[in-house]
């Protein structure tokens, strides 16, 4: 297998190096699209490496790599946990670049993007097998490095850019500090290590230390704001790379965190707890009212990572409570719902490269339809949005009603203060469950099932519709996203496997009731067969379709008033008669106004008859006028919290930029300051 592991690990670099190298112009569409396609081989090896990391009971595959770092052997080391992670996120990483394979070629030569989605997804394979602390942090900083270039690339907005290097600097330094100290106090670089920090005040910090640097990466309140701004600043046909597989990196980080370290402190637990919920809930509520479809993938991105650490977060009050079933059944949910959000978030941000590469813009107003006109990238924004919807029988189903059924054991709990934070837990899950629905059937109804408008009328292109590969990624994340839910009982087995370091085995294998019905861990509390979904959902759909064949051979039942989709005016009324975007979003705007912020704002201006119209009396025309409304919303926390900073922020930078004198002695003197600092701190806590 440590051969698998190189070989992986060279197509990556050898996609970088292809990218990198001068090209022709017009170069054929293989051309464009072979740096993702080696990409895509090399991630399948990592995957596979996985898949049989999981079935070896001893012998760990490692990849060595000696004392070149200087601070204790150091290698890549797939152990149970890290081949569980490797498998989801790189079997999700095939299609992933298989997809951005289809997108290349539509787009300018350029050369770029295919090497940093190689540096990214290496950079994920370190993280995820690191055994050395500054193999760890090294890997680290690269994926940073990597989400900066691909916001960057473009060159549009360098202000998405920045925040994604921003916070991404803050994560790695509360990293380092976390990790420096727990390897003061151990004497040991190396990461399993880590096991043997006493409890106490340092451990404390560490837990603290460490579960901030990762949620900044996935993107819990207050440290979101970067991703909506990174996701929708990077290339179209590469956001899928961010969203769906490099995310992954933060939740191993979080769940490799709770099997070195162990119980942590009460009290983050508790308060991860309610932030996590209010984080999905918010999400949510922000997407919901997005008016461009890549900034409604994206703030759903911060609902899902909202919806993981819930899961999370109940895993670490059953650790604090010594429940080994609680922490099973809140990591099997928060598992699940990681697997669940990787499909379909590539899923609808690859249709969403799509319908923009074909229709020149993410607006949704002006994608009214596209997916009629783009029928795969369709099918793809369809399967994405349905399965984050929570609708059966989808994965993402499964994962919600595991995360819910987790929420419903507070009454397992003695203390007051666990069950209320399970109750707020799961009233803002539910509330954001609830909200999904309607965001997604707006995404679904609007863009897949609407009518075609003006700008989305015309023919496909020649490299449009994802491409050949792109279409083949789509097929294989749709197909195996539905056969996920249909063989939930066999998934949840492979994750017990996986999740062993941290939960026995057995412990695990409580969610199944029978090998093909599952249930919360707890037994006789409720179950679920989502293979028995499969067989009667498709079965009553074809009861309906007989009844209605068998009602229309007697002329009756197919005799329908048929009217345009959406429609929402009575005939004879001139313009727009269908539902908008804007406006399917505008309850929920009045709805969610305390969480929003909700602004509205109307006023007269003069009337404009439609072209179709009949032309009015002109002193009806001049007399009359008509109402414009619009209603806008605000980022809380960027608006209440950063906003304010600015100010002592840039007064700070113009403050520290006076330490630039261009002088190398000076520059050597900062060093050795900050390095006897450095000292004297380890030292202290040694």
Request: charged share 10%.
């Amino acid at each position: 297998m440590n051969t698998a592991i190189l070989v992986g690990m060279l197509l990556f670099a050898a996609a970088a190096v292809l990218d990198l190298l001068p090209r022709p112009v017009r170069g054929s569409a293989w051309h464009a699209a072979l740096p993702y396609l080696l990409c895509a081989g090399g991630s399948g090896c990592l995957a596979a490496v996985g898949a049989l990391a999981l079935r070896r009971e001893q012998e760990i595959p490692r990849l060595g790599f000696g004392q070149w770092l200087g601070f204790g052997d150091s290698g890549l080391a797939v152990d149970r946990l890290s081949g569980l992670f490797w498998l989801l996120t790189f079997a999700v990483a095939v299609a992933a670049c298989l997809t951005a394979g289809g997108w290349a070629p539509g787009r300018p030569a350029g050369r770029g993007p295919a090497a940093y989605a190689a540096l990214l997804l290496a950079s994920v394979a370190v993280v995820e097998s690191a055994d050395n602390v500054f193999l760890f942090l090294l890997a680290w900083e690269s994926l940073t490095l990597a989400f900066y270039l691909l916001t960057a690339a473009e060159r549009r907005r360098t202000g998405a850019a920045l925040a994604t290097v921003g916070f991404g600097k803050v994560s790695g330094a509360a990293l380092m500090l976390g990790m420096l100290l727990a390897s003061a106090r151990t004497g040991s670089f190396a990461l399993p290590g880590f096991t043997h920090l006493q409890s106490g005040a340092v451990h404390s910090a560490v837990w603290v230390l460490l579960v901030t640097g990762f949620v900044i990466k996935v993107g819990l309140v207050p440290v979101q704001v970067w991703m909506p701004r990174g996701y929708a600043a990077a290339p179209a046909g590469l956001r899928q790379l961010m969203a769906g597989v490099a995310v992954n990196a933060g939740f191993y980080g979080l769940w490799r965190t709770l099997e070195l370290l162990g119980r942590p402190p009460v009290w983050l637990a508790v308060a991860l707890l309610i932030l996590a919920s209010l984080t999905a809930l918010l999400g949510i509520a922000h997407a919901a009212v997005q008016g461009r479809l890549e900034r409604v993938i994206a703030y759903s991105s911060v609902e899902n990572a909202g919806l993981i650490c819930t899961g999370y977060a109940v895993a670490l009050i059953g650790a604090c409570r010594d429940n080994a079933r609680l922490t099973a059944v809140g990591l099997i949910a928060a598992t699940l719902q990681i697997v669940a959000h990787a499909v379909a978030k590539t899923l609808l941000f690859a249709g969403a490269a799509g319908l923009e590469s074909d229709t020149g813009t993410g607006d949704l107003e002006r994608l009214r339809g596209a997916g009629r006109r783009s029928p795969w990238s369709g099918v793809a924004v369809a399967a994405g949005a349905v399965t984050l919807a929570g609708l059966p029988p989808t994965t993402g189903f499964v994962s919600e009603w595991f995360l819910l059924e987790s929420l419903m054991q507070q009454f397992r709990l003695p203390h007051l203060p666990y069950a209320l934070a399970f109750a707020v837990a799961g009233a803002l899950v539910a509330l954001t469950a609830g909200f999904a629905s309607v965001t997604f059937v707006r995404v679904v109804g609007m863009i897949v099932l609407g009518p075609r408008t003006e700008g989305t009328k015309g023919t496909v292109s020649r490299h449009a519709d994802l491409g050949p590969t792109g279409r083949a990624g789509v097929l294989v994340l749709t197909v195996g996203g539905l056969a996920l839910a249909a063989l939930t009982p066999l998934e949840i087995r492979v994750l017990a496997r996986g999740l062993r370091d941290l939960v026995a085995a057995p412990t695990s294998r409580g969610a199944l009731k029978s090998p093909w019905v599952v249930q919360p861990v707890f037994a006789d509390f409720s179950i679920l067969s989502p293979t028995w979904l499969w067989i009667m959902m498709p079965s009553l759909l074809l009861a309906v379709v007989a009844v209605l064949l068998i009602g229309a051979s007697r002329g009756s039942a197919l005799r329908v008033r048929r009217t345009p989709a959406w429609r929402s005016a009575s005939g004879g009324v001139h313009g727009d008669d269908q539902y908008t975007p804007f406006g399917y979003a505008n309850p929920t705007r009045r709805v969610l106004a305390g969480v929003l912020r909700t602004r509205t704002s109307t006023g007269a201006g003069p009337t404009k008859a439609p072209a179709s119209a009949p032309a009015e009396p002109t002193t009806t025309v001049a007399t009359s006028g008509v109402l414009h409304y619009s209603s806008d919303v605000v980022e809380v926390v960027e608006t209440y919290l950063y906003r304010p900073l600015l100010r002592p922020l840039r007064a700070l930078v113009i403050t520290v930029k006076r330490l630039q004198s261009g002088h190398l002695d000076a520059y050597l003197a900062y060093m050795l300051v900050v390095l006897v600092a450095l000292l004297a701190v380890v030292a202290g806590l040694a």
